[in-house]
């Protein structure tokens, strides 16, 4: 019986990420661009209002009247709905390219709109539990974490429904948790190694809403969040797709024919 490789699960996300740049990459790129596009026409309108209403405020009491506002939630819905299009898409395209296929932009731009709201209500139920996990103590959300690793992409690739993706995902990390939390630890390395680096007042944050009071949005933090956004987004579909691949040969024989069936 085969025994989850660490290695093996890196080199598959990173070989799919090359492999899918001019595919994957350029969805999720579109997705991002869109994305600054439609909170870059909110935060102008935003400015706009915020200028008429807080005349006279001190910088450090406007969060209040940017909460307020209800092109703030606006913002906010767009972003949830681009994020989960684009989850979705990205999700099927790294599978059908570890699969060996060659997915299209439209492809999983079409398959991104038609898993939508099983995506969105897993994420939702993913994170209420993580948070629930959060409440209790640290160790049981890091364990929920290392449990529903696979979930999405049981979800998505194997279209096993909303709850019986959690139990999906359950079921294939059971025997590889460990390799399976230090990839996701790996991952988490990958992700954030770059924010350490090039510093988060260039990716965006506080300074961003401080920014959107003053009109002011500089083109470095626009243009940085952008390309840390793409590629993040693709860091962390290309993995989770390489954990639930992993699993599933470890699992289930590594046979290219069954694994072609799930992911090709």
Same mark, same amino acid.
């Given at each position: 019986?085969?025994?989850?490789?660490?290695?093996?699960? *890196?080199?598959?996300?990173? =070989?799919?990420?090359?492999?899918? /740049? #001019?595919?994957?990459? &350029?969805?999720? +790129?579109? !997705?991002? $661009?869109?994305?600054?596009?439609?909170?870059?026409?909110?935060?102008?309108?935003m400015q706009e209002q915020l200028r008429r209403t807080t005349q006279g405020v001190p910088l450090d009491d406007i969060s209040p009247f940017l909460f307020s506002?209800?092109?703030?939630?606006?913002?906010?819905?767009?972003?949830?709905?681009?994020?989960?299009?684009?989850?979705?898409?990205?999700?099927?395209?790294?599978?059908?390219?570890?699969?060996?296929?060659?997915?299209?932009?439209?492809?999983? *731009?079409?398959?991104?709109? =038609?898993?939508?709201?099983?995506? /969105? #209500?897993?994420?939702? &139920?993913?994170? +209420?539990? !993580?948070? $629930?996990?959060?409440?209790?103590?640290?160790?049981?959300?890091?364990?929920?974490?290392?449990?529903?690793?696979?979930?999405?992409?049981?979800?998505?690739?194997?279209?096993?429904?909303?709850?019986?993706?959690?139990?999906?995902?359950?079921?294939?990390?059971?025997?590889?948790?460990?390799?399976?939390?230090?990839?996701?630890?790996?991952?988490?390395?990958?992700?954030?190694?770059?924010?350490?680096?090039?510093?988060?007042?260039?990716?965006?944050?506080?300074?961003?809403?401080?920014?959107? =009071?003053?009109?002011?949005?500089?083109?470095?933090?626009?243009?940085?969040?952008?390309?840390?956004?793409?590629?993040?987004?693709?860091?962390?579909?290309?993995?989770?797709?390489?954990?639930?691949?992993?699993?599933?040969?470890?699992?289930?024989?590594?046979?290219?024919?069954?694994?072609?069936?799930?992911?090709?």
């Amino acid at each position: 019986m085969q025994r989850y490789d660490i290695g093996r699960t *890196l080199n598959r996300a990173f =070989a799919a990420m090359k492999d899918g /740049l #001019g595919s994957v990459g &350029l969805f999720l +790129l579109a !997705i991002t $661009l869109l994305s600054q596009v439609a909170q870059g026409g909110l935060t102008w309108l935003m400015q706009e209002q915020l200028r008429r209403t807080t005349q006279g405020v001190p910088l450090d009491d406007i969060s209040p009247f940017l909460f307020s506002t209800p092109l703030y939630w606006l913002a906010m819905a767009a972003a949830v709905v681009l994020s989960t299009v684009g989850t979705g898409g990205a999700i099927w395209g790294y599978a059908r390219t570890m699969g060996g296929s060659r997915p299209s932009l439209d492809q999983c *731009l079409t398959q991104g709109i =038609a898993r939508f709201l099983p995506v /969105l #209500g897993l994420t939702i &139920l993913w994170w +209420l539990g !993580i948070m $629930l996990g959060f409440l209790v103590f640290i160790i049981p959300a890091v364990i929920l974490i290392v449990i529903w690793s696979a979930a999405l992409p049981a979800l998505v690739v194997e279209r096993a429904g909303v709850f019986g993706a959690f139990g999906r995902s359950r079921s294939l990390t059971r025997g590889s948790r460990g390799s399976v939390f230090v990839t996701l630890l790996l991952l988490l390395i990958v992700l954030y190694a770059p924010a350490a680096v090039l510093g988060a007042s260039l990716l965006g944050g506080v300074e961003q809403f401080a920014s959107i =009071a003053t009109g002011q949005l500089p083109y470095a933090l626009i243009a940085g969040s952008t390309i840390y956004g793409w590629i993040a987004a693709m860091v962390l579909n290309a993995f989770l797709v390489s954990i639930h691949h992993e699993l599933v040969e470890v699992n289930e024989g590594g046979s290219t024919g069954e694994l072609t069936e799930v992911f090709g």
